[in-house]
């Protein structure tokens, strides 16, 4: 509706701890001028996610950008339309702010977070890039910086990765927003049945007022996309009781023997990753045909590491310097080799058995320690590790402890490893 000024949203969990159920609710507030986001602000919010990722690896919250980069990276058509639209957006979210009601559980006091509320962006600077395109000056460069608590989830590493190609070559924005929704589910297993209400009202979300048959009308674009593209398998409906319905939704797993899907689904990861720092579709097409996916990796770390430390290294032509680099195979400095495989010494390991008989192992490398400990040992370590680490990392810890699964996995052997990677670096180390 156009002069709505809030959305909200809500679903209902059964603890597991309490075995109570938990309402949790969330309301999205715009702004009297600008209002509401969109589907097409969703985008926007969406390619600066990928943004911050590539320019600092999410170290920042501040993120210099033109518009012409989000452009590129939504692969909308380069026209004015489309730069009106962006800065559209990103006045848009300044104004936004998000409430949450027992959102997810505080570790610390074992009880559900009463309420918060959070914006999206604090600051945003706009210069009009149809006047600099193309120019190497400084008054092109935009800048926007997260809101420090919605950044924070972001540095945590709470957010699963986005195949951002996949996702904006679906057309429909409830495929999109679909994608999203069930990407993160299919994380802790393929197969899930949701109540079709709550599915398509509050997680994708269109009207309440629909009826069963409306919802499942305006539900099945969105799924045949996905499953065209290979994503999922054709969905299912059943009616547990009267106007009760649940839908069931499953992941199709990509056969080797089916190239041809998986290429229509998902274009290369790496072409999109060099598209993104500034080359040439046809260039960094050619490149991926030529060399092998490592090499052109390794380059792209590379160079994301010299921009994001500013290091006096750093090429003033990012863009031509990464084709360079792939194409003549430059050898790496030993500063970054270094940073790129710092292990524990001895003297860090026996400052860290203090707690647990398994850390003293910790002359070898983190991954060798990791590979040798029971997963008794290894909770008992992450626990003591994350005791230690900064409040936005245990949050999260905890937060994936209650689902399990590969999220906690990987959370865990994050804490892990910084927690070791910390107690190598204490003073009266020997250096690495």
């Not at 998902?266 to 490149?287: D, I, N």
């Given at each position: 509706?156009?002069?709505?000024?809030?959305?909200?949203?809500?679903?209902?969990?059964?603890?597991?701890?309490?075995?109570?159920?938990?309402?949790?609710?969330?309301?999205?507030?715009?702004s009297?001028?600008?209002?509401?986001p969109?589907?097409?602000?969703?985008?926007?919010?969406a390619?600066?996610?990928?943004?911050?990722?590539?320019?600092?690896?999410?170290?920042?919250?501040?993120?210099?950008?033109?518009?012409?980069?989000?452009?590129?990276?939504?692969?909308?058509?380069?026209?004015?339309?489309?730069?009106?639209r962006?800065?559209?957006?990103?006045?848009?979210?300044?104004?936004?702010s998000?409430?949450?009601?027992?959102?997810?559980?505080?570790?610390?006091?074992?009880?559900?977070?009463?309420?918060?509320?959070?914006?999206?962006?604090?600051?945003?600077?706009?210069?009009?890039?149809?006047?600099?395109?193309?120019?190497?000056?400084?008054?092109?460069?935009?800048?926007?910086?997260?809101?420090?608590?919605?950044?924070?989830?972001?540095?945590?590493?709470?957010?699963?990765?986005l195949?951002?190609?996949?996702?904006?070559?679906?057309?429909l924005?409830?495929?999109?927003?679909?994608?999203?929704?069930?990407?993160?589910?299919?994380?802790?297993?393929?197969?899930?049945?949701?109540?079709?209400?709550t599915?398509?009202?509050?997680?994708?979300?269109?009207?309440?007022?629909y009826?069963?048959?409306?919802?499942?009308?305006?539900?099945?674009?969105?799924?045949?996309?996905?499953?065209?593209?290979?994503?999922?398998?054709?969905?299912?409906?059943?009616?547990?009781?009267p106007?009760?319905?649940?839908?069931?939704?499953?992941?199709?797993?990509?056969?080797?023997?089916?190239?041809?899907?998986?290429?229509?689904?998902?274009?290369?990861?790496?072409?999109?990753?060099?598209?993104?720092?500034?080359?040439?579709?046809?260039?960094?097409?050619t490149?991926?045909k030529?060399?092998e996916?490592?090499?052109?990796?390794?380059?792209?770390?590379?160079?994301?590491?010299?921009?994001?430390?500013?290091?006096?290294?750093?090429?003033?032509?990012?863009?031509?310097?990464l084709?360079?680099?792939?194409?003549?195979?430059?050898?790496?400095?030993?500063?970054?080799?270094?940073?790129?495989?710092?292990?524990?010494?001895?003297?860090?390991?026996?400052?860290?058995?203090?707690?647990?008989?398994?850390?003293?192992?910790?002359?070898?490398?983190v991954?060798?320690?990791?590979?040798?400990?029971?997963?008794?040992?290894?909770?008992?370590?992450?626990?003591?590790?994350?005791?230690?680490?900064?409040?936005?990392?245990?949050?999260?810890?905890?937060?994936?402890?209650?689902?399990?699964?590969?999220?906690?996995?990987?959370?865990?052997?994050?804490?892990?490893?910084?927690?070791?990677?910390?107690?190598?670096?204490?003073?009266?180390?020997?250096?690495?």
């Amino acid at each position: 509706m156009p002069n709505q000024k809030s959305l909200e949203f809500q679903d209902t969990i059964q603890d597991w701890k309490s075995g109570k159920e938990i309402t949790r609710r969330v309301c999205v507030t715009g702004s009297e001028k600008f209002g509401l986001p969109t589907a097409k602000d969703d985008q926007v919010l969406a390619a600066l996610i990928q943004l911050t990722g590539i320019v600092n690896n999410f170290t920042n919250p501040e993120v210099p950008f033109t518009k012409h980069q989000i452009i590129e990276l939504l692969r909308w058509d380069n026209s004015g339309w489309a730069y009106d639209r962006v800065e559209e957006s990103l006045h848009r979210w300044k104004g936004v702010s998000v409430h949450y009601w027992n959102a997810w559980r505080d570790h610390e006091s074992g009880s559900w977070t009463d309420s918060e509320a959070i914006g999206v962006i604090d600051y945003v600077k706009i210069s009009d890039g149809r006047r600099h395109q193309g120019a190497d000056n400084r008054n092109s460069q935009s800048r926007f910086v997260w809101n420090r608590q919605y950044f924070k989830s972001f540095a945590a590493k709470y957010m699963k990765p986005l195949d951002f190609g996949f996702y904006c070559s679906l057309r429909l924005p409830a495929a999109q927003r679909a994608y999203r929704f069930l990407d993160k589910r299919f994380h802790h297993r393929l197969d899930w049945e949701f109540d079709l209400h709550t599915f398509a009202c509050e997680k994708l979300g269109f009207s309440r007022n629909y009826d069963t048959g409306q919802l499942k009308a305006r539900l099945r674009p969105a799924m045949v996309e996905l499953e065209q593209a290979g994503f999922i398998k054709p969905v299912s409906y059943r009616k547990s009781r009267p106007k009760k319905w649940s839908v069931f939704v499953s992941k199709k797993v990509a056969k080797h023997c089916e190239p041809e899907e998986v290429s229509v689904a998902a274009p290369s990861l790496l072409v999109e990753r060099l598209v993104a720092r500034g080359v040439a579709k046809s260039t960094a097409e050619t490149l991926v045909k030529q060399f092998e996916p490592q090499r052109v990796e390794e380059k792209i770390q590379y160079v994301d590491w010299l921009m994001a430390r500013k290091d006096k290294r750093a090429p003033a032509n990012a863009p031509g310097f990464l084709v360079a680099a792939i194409r003549n195979d430059y050898p790496f400095p030993k500063d970054y080799l270094k940073s790129r495989q710092r292990k524990p010494t001895v003297a860090a390991a026996r400052a860290a058995t203090n707690v647990t008989a398994p850390e003293r192992r910790l002359n070898r490398s983190v991954e060798d320690i990791l590979a040798k400990l029971t997963a008794d040992e290894r909770a008992s370590l992450a626990e003591t590790a994350v005791e230690s680490a900064d409040q936005i990392t245990a949050d999260g810890y905890r937060r994936s402890q209650e689902f399990g699964g590969p999220t906690f996995t990987a959370y865990q052997q994050m804490v892990i490893e910084r927690y070791l990677e910390q107690k190598s670096e204490e003073p009266g180390d020997a250096a690495l």
